[in-house]
């Protein structure tokens, strides 16, 4: 079984939260044929918890898990806490192959992504 798990940051802003959370409801109707399951997480100020998103995964069955950053930049988030959360949380689950995925910013699609968002 393979999981996607979506990190976000996290807000203190439920309503914040809850887009990430339609996001990944939104995600997992049109990769039923890639994913067995889409969830989301959170570096902080919002549940789940990276680990505990990861756990849920593997609770779930998933025998691989893929990453993604639900973010644009490469700050300290992405490039130093994503990976040291992921990894502490990879030991609880050695049976379970994970992928950290680069950020979405990142994607060679954000030029193009952006300007159809300027033109709507």
């Known amino acids: 079984m393979h999981s996607l798990l979506i990190i976000a940051h996290g ?8 887009e990430v959370r339609d996001l990944a409801k939104k995600v997992a109707a049109i990769a039923v044929n ?4 889409v969830s989301s997480a959170f570096l902080e100020l919002a549940e789940p918890d990276i680990p505990t998103g990861i756990h849920l995964c593997a609770e779930a069955g998933a025998t691989e898990i893929t990453i993604v950053p639900y973010f644009l930049s490469a700050g300290r988030h992405v490039v130093e806490d994503i990976p040291r959360e992921v990894d502490a949380a990879a030991i ?14 990142s994607g060679v699609e ?8 300027a033109y709507e």
Do not use: T, Y
């Open 11 to 18: 807000s203190s802003r439920e309503a914040s939260n809850s």
């Open 92 to 105: 609880q689950h050695p049976s379970v192959k994970i992928n950290l995925q680069s950020h979405i910013g």
């Open 34 to 37: 890639q994913f067995d399951n």
């Open 110 to 117: 954000m030029p193009a992504l952006l300007l159809r968002f």
